[in-house]
């Protein structure tokens, strides 16, 4: 872990999203994860049931937040997830409208798909954040074929970040194509409030590797340290 002197102005929380495996789940937490992702969504090739997300959420220590990933998903299977995993965190990454993300009266993180290239300027973000201002946060992703975990990072300038509207630094996280060797230079761009990372500490789809979420963990906390 890298440490700062004397101290870091800032913790950026991390999420590791789409595990499958308990060794993975134990790994994540032992290094500092703040949030386990669990994809309900059966076409991701990181899908899980709400019942392995239960068995794989019930090896979380407190303070360290079970998410539920839904793409365009039916009021009754979220309800099944809940069920299945109940002080769980909401995940929208489809095109849930803001009032089907906000119908189950439960705090969720909805997730912006970004163009990639030079669509990203053509992107509203600030009416986005404006739509859906019920979630708890505003993942930023970059809009992939399929939903999410596809690698890509989108332009990271695009955006005016300073802008108080964004609100960065409290609602957003930051996703799409991370990894350790380029999450310091995002964080340190952005500010977000978290991170969010499937791929980029991946060995294949769905198996994480346990020396990526180090040095990705590492990464961050890099980020964190004030800069000469």
């Keep these: 872990m890298t440490a700062c002197a004397p101290f870091p102005l800032r913790r950026t929380r991390i999420k590791i999203c789409g595990l499958t495996r308990e060794a993975d789940v134990r790994h994540a937490v032992r290094a500092g994860a703040d949030a386990i992702g669990f994809v309900l969504y059966p076409a991701s090739p990181r899908a899980v049931t709400p019942m392995r997300a239960a068995e794989l959420a019930r090896l979380l220590p407190p303070f360290v937040t079970p998410v539920l990933l839904f793409v365009n998903a039916t009021p009754e299977d979220v309800q099944a997830g809940l069920r299945a995993v109940p002080q769980a965190l909401l995940q929208f990454h489809g095109?849930?409208?803001?009032?089907?993300?906000?119908?189950?009266?439960?705090?969720?993180?909805?997730?912006?798909?970004?163009?990639t290239g030079a669509g990203a300027a053509g992107f509203d973000l600030l009416e986005y954040v404006r739509q859906y201002a019920s979630a708890q946060a505003i993942l930023l992703d970059a809009h992939v074929q399929g939903y999410g975990g596809g690698g890509v990072s989108f332009d990271w300038k695009a955006f005016d970040w300073s802008d108080p509207l964004l609100n960065a630094g409290?609602?957003?996280v930051l996703s799409g194509g991370l990894t350790p060797e380029n999450v310091t230079d995002g964080v340190r761009l952005v500010r977000p409030w978290g991170v969010?990372?499937?791929?980029?500490?991946?060995?294949?789809k769905g198996l994480k590797d346990a020396g990526l979420i180090d040095r990705f963990i590492a990464a961050v906390r890099q980020a964190d340290c004030p800069q000469a």
Excluded at 97 to 112: K, T
Excluded at 198 to 204: D, H, K, L, M, W
């Design 95 to 115: 095109d849930e409208s803001p009032a089907e993300c906000a119908a189950h009266g439960r705090p969720y993180i909805r997730a912006a798909r970004v163009p």
């Design 170 to 172: 409290d609602r957003l």
């Design 196 to 204: 969010d990372v499937s791929s980029g500490v991946e060995q294949a």
